[in-house]
């Protein structure tokens, strides 16, 4: 069993900046790869940035390329996901999530991360 808490979020202009955390617990076989998510009203969920555990491999999504980073603490456990340059598009609940899996290329299928946060969420205002 995998526990996931975020925290961090909060309501920020544009162009600021806010850090997300993820403290995980449980299995850490069931933490190979980790990634955050995020889902605006009335959207579909949208995969934001993923690391693999093991070898720190890193995929983000095309839209937070370049000003979202994501990175981890092992000895606390924490998943990082540090967002700069905030725009009105990515206000959002943000979530982390854990998976088992581990692939060579490419990260994990939205369906292959069993464990989930309640979510944090971030307003950026224009």
């Known amino acids: 069993q995998v526990q996931l808490v975020e925290s961090g979020g909060g309501s920020v202009q544009a162009g600021g900046a806010l850090r997300l955390s993820c403290a995980a617990s449980?299995?850490?076989?069931?933490?190979?790869?980790m990634g955050w998510f995020r889902q605006a009203p009335g959207k579909e969920r949208e995969r934001v940035a993923n690391?693999?555990?093991?070898?720190?491999?890193?995929y983000y999504a095309d839209s937070v390329k370049g000003r979202f980073t994501i990175s981890q603490d092992n000895a606390k456990n924490t998943l990082y996901l540090q967002m700069d340059s905030l725009k009105p598009e990515d206000t959002a609940m943000y979530y982390c999530?854990?998976?088992?899996?581990?692939?060579?290329?490419?990260?994990?299928?939205?369906?292959?991360?069993?464990?989930w946060g309640l979510g944090t969420q971030v307003t950026v205002s224009s």
């Open positions: 690391m693999y555990t093991i070898d720190d491999r890193i």
């Open positions: 449980g299995y850490t076989g069931s933490r190979k790869s």
């Open positions: 999530a854990a998976s088992g899996i581990w692939y060579r290329l490419g990260w994990p299928s939205d369906l292959e991360y069993k464990y």
